[in-house]
């Protein structure tokens, strides 16, 4: 199978949507012959965070010579990336031969008159496989949607995170951060360690969770926390402290206080995996946090004359750490953003935190059937930030155009609002910077 035949697959397979439970994927793995039984697993859930968390241990993990496979989503320009060995994506070819063995898999379920699996499944159980295929030593694997109910949530992991909780996917979670809890809470696991920023209603949830399956938990702000960090040139400095091990001084490409409390979490998950594991020291930690990349986050490119910030910032809480890292880098420095949201997001909490009155804003649809309408997220826009300058654009491409001539040398533009306009307009950059 190619790669485009995969991806036809698996596009068929999008139609029916998401299914909260992991019947389908339990089916799924039983024809597999469970390969997520192969290797160590670490099991990351949380709103936001959870991908940044999730790459900064892997890197932690095969900087110390150990071999890791990633599974995170979604993608922003290709497939490929969500299923990682070290730092290197899944070859298309390789990729395309993996689907079809799922595809194998899911033909024997079907004629046993099963219902098929998701789209989001079959990534999934492919991850799974191809990990078992490789030969690693550790899996690291982003939850999709919430945790209880997630395909990710068949995994027997040795040590799990819930990075944090506020409201985002209502519509599969609950509409309280309470009920979210309990969702994210699903992945604890009958003693298996527990390492979370959780605060406030979301962490008593958990906290009880964890108490009824006697999982032990290390808590942001008691068990370890952030003592301090100052921004230095590429990045930020952090100093993270437990209640066990000395202060470590750490280095992360990454900026804003809310990457310090992913990299603490992050941090205190990899020192429990090195009280088992010899291959783990502190200086191949400190080494692979300081390597860790993570693109579309707070991401920063020079380019053109120009600053360009690709940032998710899809939700209340990715907006508010948004604006928070932006006024540390660039102060209250005017920006031209080129816009979209999903329509069942907090538009209102989303364009309140990242829109400021100098700024210029260009809406633009994002690839999807859920995409708010360029003219409605214009009008919520001059709603919110009175006398704003905001206009619509066709496409990412077309908003990127024009934000390059309302701006000046010297000038930011920001991409943000939805993670799936990134992967068109780092491709738009990457296009331009080569001609």
Not at 84 to 106: C, M, P, R
Not at 277 to 306: H, Q, Y
Not at 358 to 365: L, M, N, S, T
Not at 399 to 411: P, R, T, V, W, Y
Request: with cysteine; proline share 4%.
């Amino acid at each position: 199978m190619t790669y485009e035949e995969a991806l036809a697959y698996l596009e068929s397979a999008a139609s029916f949507g998401i299914k909260p439970g992991v019947e389908r994927i339990q089916t799924l793995l039983d024809y597999l012959d469970h390969p997520e039984k192969d290797y160590k697993i670490i099991h990351v859930a949380g709103t936001n965070g959870k991908g940044s968390v999730t790459t900064y241990i892997s890197y932690a993990l095969f900087t110390s010579g150990l071999r890791v496979g990633r599974f995170t989503s979604p993608h922003l320009e290709s497939y490929t990336e969500r299923i990682q060995i070290n730092d290197a994506e899944i070859t298309k070819e390789a990729f395309g031969n993996l689907i079809l063995s799922i595809q194998d898999g899911v033909t024997k379920m079907v004629a046993h008159g099963m219902e098929a699996p998701t789209q989001f499944e079959m990534l999934t159980a492919a991850a799974f496989l191809f990990f078992k295929e490789q030969g690693v030593d550790y899996a690291v694997i982003e939850a999709g949607l919430g945790g209880l109910l997630d395909s990710t949530n068949v995994v027997e992991p040795i040590a799990t995170v819930i990075t944090n909780v506020t409201l985002d996917h209502q519509a599969y979670c609950g509409d309280t951060v309470e009920e979210i809890a309990e969702h994210k809470a699903g992945i604890i696991k009958e003693g298996v360690p527990l390492i979370t920023a959780a605060q406030q209603g979301p962490l008593r949830i958990i906290e009880g969770v964890a108490k009824k399956k006697k999982a032990p938990i290390y808590i942001f702000n008691q068990q370890f926390g952030v003592d301090s960090r100052s921004a230095v040139t590429g990045g930020q400095m952090i100093t993270i402290s437990t209640d066990k091990d000395a202060p470590a001084m750490l280095f992360t490409t990454m900026p804003g206080i809310h990457q310090a409390v992913n990299l603490a979490c992050a941090l205190q998950t990899v020192r429990l995996l090195m009280e088992q594991d010899e291959a783990i020291s502190e200086e191949t930690i400190r080494e692979g946090f300081a390597r860790a990349i993570w693109p579309g986050r707070f991401e920063v490119k020079c380019g053109l004359n120009r600053i360009f910030i690709f940032d998710g910032a899809h939700n209340t809480a990715g907006a508010e750490a948004f604006a928070m890292t932006y006024g540390e880098l660039y102060k209250d420095k005017p920006k031209t953003i080129v816009m979209a949201i999903l329509k069942d997001k907090d538009e209102v909490g989303i364009i309140g935190n990242v829109v400021k009155p100098k700024d210029i804003v260009i809406a633009v649809p994002a690839p999807t059937d859920r995409t708010e309408t360029p003219e409605q997220l214009v009008t919520i826009v001059r709603q919110q930030v009175p006398h704003v300058v905001a206009q619509t654009a066709a496409d990412v491409e077309k908003g990127l155009e024009l934000a390059f001539k309302h701006s000046q040398d010297g000038d930011i533009i920001v991409v943000c609002g939805s993670l799936y306009i990134l992967g068109m307009a780092r491709q738009w950059l990457q296009q331009r910077l080569s001609h």
